[in-house]
DNA sequence: CTATAAATGAGAAGGGTTTTCATTTAATAT
DNA sequence: ATATTAAATGAAAACCCTTCTCATTTATAG
């Protein structure tokens, strides 16, 4: 029951809302612009607006229902906040994106941003490259 | 004598491209946006037009001089190649972007684009965080 | 059930970057 | 040196993704 989730975050539960983190759950996809969830909107027949839909992801992320990734100067694109931090390996060529978690990399990161003089408060490692299916 | 790193990318050698160069080459920002350049420019005298800065530093990105970072989602900065791989922290109050290398990291991000299947062909890796003088 | 603060839709506006196209310039051949 | 030609430039328009504005609608508290 995710109308919870809303109002826990101080969010009216409205269709937009509940129909966008439907969306999120059910695709296949995992990572989604805010093109891609708007399409999808229109496809299951909800007309909501593509300014709600990127209000709505942003009002997620603020709330850490949701994880927007900004790759590399393009569009961002949102996954479900599945409270494991993890990073992304993504394909030049189809654009898949893949997930992983390292803990030698997060423990060095650690220890740069202290070294440094850093407080860190976030950290971002895209790994680019030809997946198996594109090489 | 930057003028043949400009031929050899194939590049003809014009009083813009020589500018930016020189801005590059002497700014001890290290990490210029195109505006930035291009208002720099604008201080020395040299009356060159912001597409030309933008197309200028994409060439030069393409011939190896000059790396561009993509932080964010927002915009682009350039810092000139010197052939040494490093990743950035990012203060998140001032801007300010300081520089480092981990051989550790590198060596897992290897490891692990290869476990994926992955021909890695780039990395990024971006540490967010309050620096010493912000905190 | 009413009041009210929040949410929505549509379109305009925004920021950074790229494109278009006419003009200028560097490099090459004469 | 000069003419030729392909490349580079400037200015403005176009672009893309995203956010804002504002009038209208809707969820929630009283």
Redesign the interface.
Do not use: P
């Given at each position: 029951m995710e109308s919870q989730d809303l109002r826990k975050a101080g969010l009216k539960v409205t269709l937009p809302r509940l129909k966008v983190l439907e969306i999120l759950e059910k695709t296949e996809q995992r990572h989604m612009s805010a093109e891609d969830v708007y399409k999808s909107l229109l496809e299951m027949g909800e007309e909501i607006g593509l300014a709600t839909v990127y209000r709505v992801l942003t009002q997620f992320e603020d709330a850490g229902l949701v994880a927007r990734l900004?790759i590399?100067?393009g569009h961002?694109v949102f996954e479900l906040e599945d409270g494991i931090h993890h990073d992304h390996?993504l394909?030049?060529r189809c654009n898949r994106i893949?997930e992983?978690t390292?803990d030698?990399?997060e423990e060095?990161?650690r220890a740069?941003?202290k070294q440094?003089?850093?407080?860190?408060?976030?950290?971002?490692?895209?790994?680019?490259?030809?997946?198996?299916e594109c090489?």
């Open positions: 900004s590399d100067g961002a390996l394909c030049v893949e992983f390292d030698v990399i060095r990161q740069i941003a440094k003089g850093f407080q860190m408060t976030d950290h971002a490692l895209y790994i680019y490259g030809i997946c198996t090489q």
